[in-house]
């Protein structure tokens, strides 16, 4: 069964970091990408950044490119969201999730997480 569970969000001022944990059990970054994902009050969840089981490329919505660093620990089972320099329209909920090999489709994830709140104010 496949499971994921998000932590490491919290409260954080402008200018920040913070670094978020996917911890994930039944399946294998050998053959399945993770994606981060965010939804901010009001607004429709988007992806953020995503890493692929075909080589571990990554993606990076343009919004986080340059701030965020996404990884992987294969021996572990963790993706991990390193999150720089935080604004506070990076506010939402983050939430992981897997099911397609590739990034080619923020629309193909359908296993998720529960989320963790990100809050960035100062």
């Known amino acids: 069964q496949v499971r994921l569970a998000e932590s490491g969000g919290g409260l954080v001022q402008p200018g920040g970091s913070l670094r978020l944990s996917c911890a994930f059990s039944?399946?294998?970054?050998?053959?399945?990408?993770v994606s981060w994902f965010r939804q901010a009050p009001g607004k429709e969840r988007e992806g953020v950044s995503c890493?692929?089981?075909?080589?571990?490329?990554?993606t990076y919505a343009r919004s986080v490119e340059g701030r965020f660093t996404i990884s992987g620990d294969k021996a572990n089972n963790v993706v991990y969201l390193q999150m720089d320099n935080l604004k506070p329209e990076d506010t939402g909920v983050y939430y992981c999730?897997?099911?397609?090999?590739?990034?080619?489709?923020?629309?193909?994830?359908?296993?998720w997480g529960q989320g963790t709140q990100v809050t960035v104010s100062s």
């Open positions: 999730a897997t099911d397609p090999p590739t990034c080619n489709n923020w629309s193909d994830f359908r296993h």
């Open positions: 039944g399946f294998t970054l050998n053959y399945y990408a």
């Open positions: 890493i692929s089981s075909v080589g571990g490329s990554t």
